[in-house]
């Protein structure tokens, strides 16, 4: 499992370095705007920055813009009679909440935003350019918004991930245009999120533990006082482990009650601790050992880390699923096979999965992809880097390795390709790369 952790902990960081805006291919540029809004529009993008959202890159929105109001003839779009529309303030107040989705407030400068509406309510009155800045910088930050919850605000290419995913096509300027006249706006953001029942789940968890987050001292437990605490044994922790189980959601509150003084492993205790370990991917044995009480005492604020960035992960894959899909979680080394797009985790079809080592060496490939067939029995075919820095020094001390491991020298790619002896010529040849290794089909297969 070390390997798993280092991958995702350089994984992480990798997404954290890397962040772009990215917008498909848009129609050219219609004619300007014209309007109240056209001139301070051109002045904008002369100038490249809009005072109220300098988060975001106008020049990247360019024509998407000038589309937007060339299409209304320079109108507003978020006012009306010099007042803020309901539309708006619905769109503030999701820009706002954007934390709640694993997004950043902040990017879209939510607060600034609002507060220049709030200042153009109360002046007697405010110019037409004023109003002018406000809606062109509603629209600017709304353009980002969609982008991000629709796509993901980083490209999965810049984080080392080989995604070729076919997004369904989303018109920007059309939806800004539909939010700005609906009556239900938050339905239009919720349809052009990811539409799988774990991404939903995920947002729950994010407010529950954003809110734990608060309590930092949940995870600070004593440590175990040998390599492990077994069932029925002392520990000093047990009153503070049996609330974090608690408040986690597994183990029942006020469940041993009576014993909640007595600290040692009891019964429900350890019960708490393997519902714990099981979704949590440990052995379930219901002692707390090193690997458990890392787990346990990682600090909340990491965990809602850990799920604003599968948020994100989840923002990448295709917007809709035609069938069931089967999807490998890699640091879990695990194989989860769907029944339909809804399943929970206790329905699906599970299995282990051999993965590479730490990124990037040795890196289990990350992409999504039809399945068109399958291979039953298959021989695994060594990657060369895997041939050369780890199997052929073991096979040149040892040429019984091969059958040991079941391993054989072959030159070609076909199933029915013969195994070629261990002679020095053919681990010369098996260095070069010109003859490769197969393991064969079978329980131990690769």
């Known amino acids: 499992m070390e390997q798993g952790k280092q991958a995702i902990g350089i994984g992480l960081r990798a997404l954290l370095a890397a962040a772009t805006i990215i917008f498909g291919p848009t129609a050219p540029a219609q004619a300007p705007a014209g309007g109240p809004v056209g001139g301070v529009l051109e002045s904008l993008l002369a100038e490249g920055q809009h005072p109220y959202v300098t988060a975001i890159d106008l020049a990247s ?19 009306k009679d010099h007042a803020v529309t309901s539309s708006a303030l619905a769109v503030m107040s999701e820009l706002r909440a954007a934390e709640n989705l694993g997004l950043r407030a902040a990017d879209y400068d939510a607060n600034r935003l609002t507060y220049a509406a709030i200042e153009l309510a109360a002046a007697r009155p405010a110019g037409e350019d004023q109003w002018a800045l406000f809606d062109i910088g509603l629209s600017t930050a ?16 810049m984080a080392g991930l080989n995604l070729e995913v076919e997004h369904s ?7 800004v245009q539909e939010i700005a006249h609906a009556s ?15 991404y939903e789940l995920l947002k729950k968890a994010l407010l529950q533990f954003r809110e734990l987050a608060l309590e ?43 014993a909640s003084s007595d600290p040692v492993l009891s019964d429900d205790l350890v019960q708490g601790l393997k519902n714990f370990q099981s979704h949590s991917g440990l052995d379930a044995d219901g002692a707390l050992g090193a690997s458990t009480f890392a787990a346990l005492t990682t600090p909340i604020t990491s965990r809602v880390q850990q799920i604003e960035l599968t948020l994100e992960r989840w923002r990448w894959l295709p917007p809709r699923l035609d069938t069931p899909p089967i999807i490998v979680n890699i640091p879990r080394f695990r194989l989860y096979a ?10 699906l079809l599970q299995m282990g999965v051999i993965v590479g080592k730490a990124y990037p060496a040795n890196r289990t490939p990350v992409f999504a992809a039809d399945m068109k067939y399958l291979v039953m ?24 390795y091969l059958h ?43």
């Open 184 to 198: 239900d706006v938050a339905a239009i953001f919720r349809r052009i999120e990811p539409p799988f029942l774990h």
């Open 216 to 258: 930092p001292e949940l995870t600070q437990l004593p440590p175990p006082p040998g390599k492990s605490v077994k069932p029925g044994q002392p520990y000093a922790g047990a009153a503070r482990l049996r609330h974090l189980l608690e408040v986690l959601g597994d183990l029942p509150a006020g469940t041993g009650a009576a």
């Open 61 to 79: 929105q360019r024509t998407v813009l000038e589309n937007l109001y060339a299409a209304r003839g320079g109108e507003f779009l978020w006012s």
């Open 404 to 446: 040991a491991q079941r391993l054989e020298i072959v030159g070609g790619y076909g199933d029915d390709t013969p195994a070629l002896p261990p002679t020095q010529a053919n681990l010369d040849a098996l260095a070069r790369g010109t003859l490769r290794l197969r393991q064969q089909p079978g329980a131990d297969n690769a």
């Open 377 to 400: 029995r298959p021989y695994w075919d060594v990657p060369y880097s895997i041939t050369t820095r780890e199997m052929l020094p073991k096979i040149r001390d040892n040429p019984e």
């Open 169 to 175: 096509r989303l018109d920007v300027a059309s939806l």
């Open 142 to 157: 709304l353009l980002a918004y969609v982008h991000d919850l629709h796509f993901g605000r980083i490209d999965p290419k």
């Open 338 to 347: 769907f029944k339909t797009l809804g399943d929970r985790e206790s329905e």
